[in-house]
């Protein structure tokens, strides 16, 4: 099973049984269940309990969106402290490999590896507010 339901077969105007709906995102028929509990629209008044498609879409990218973090330009996400940190004092390493440059840091509470993807073009940028040091590859 993957770790991410898919979105990609889901038909917007059919509705699924909750096995059917299991299947085409990827998922157990308990994890379908579980999400009905949760807040997924099911239409019970009929049986096999129906699920819209766009429903189903709709709430799996909604629980994808409430999990996303946000950081800003000069902080990490903690996956150990699961926030985000300001990488421990203000030192971070930048590898620019193939037109991509990622920073790779301490996290400033538990000192924990973060590391994040960054444009090349906001190096620079990064460079004003964390001591940086660079290395390129080719």
Excluded at 42 to 66: F, N, Q
Aim: glycine share 4%; proline share 3%; with cysteine.
């Amino acid at each position: 099973m993957p770790k991410q339901a898919r979105l990609s077969g889901i038909k917007s105007f059919r509705c699924y049984t909750i096995e059917e709906a299991a299947e085409i995102s990827g998922v157990s028929p308990r994890t379908v269940r579980n999400w009905a509990s949760d807040g997924l629209r099911v239409m019970d008044v009929t049986r096999p309990a129906l699920i819209r498609g766009d429903d189903l879409r709709d709430y799996i990218r909604s629980k994808r969106e409430s999990r996303a973090t946000k950081t800003k330009t000069d902080t990490f996400y903690c996956f150990r402290c699961r926030k985000e940190r300001h990488a421990a004092e203000g030192l971070a390493d930048c590898e620019i490999k193939e037109g991509r440059a990622k920073l790779t840091a301490l996290c400033a509470v538990c000192e924990t590896v973060v590391s994040k993807p960054v444009a090349v073009d906001c190096v620079s940028e990064i460079a004003r507010i964390l001591d940086l040091r660079i290395t390129r590859q080719q």
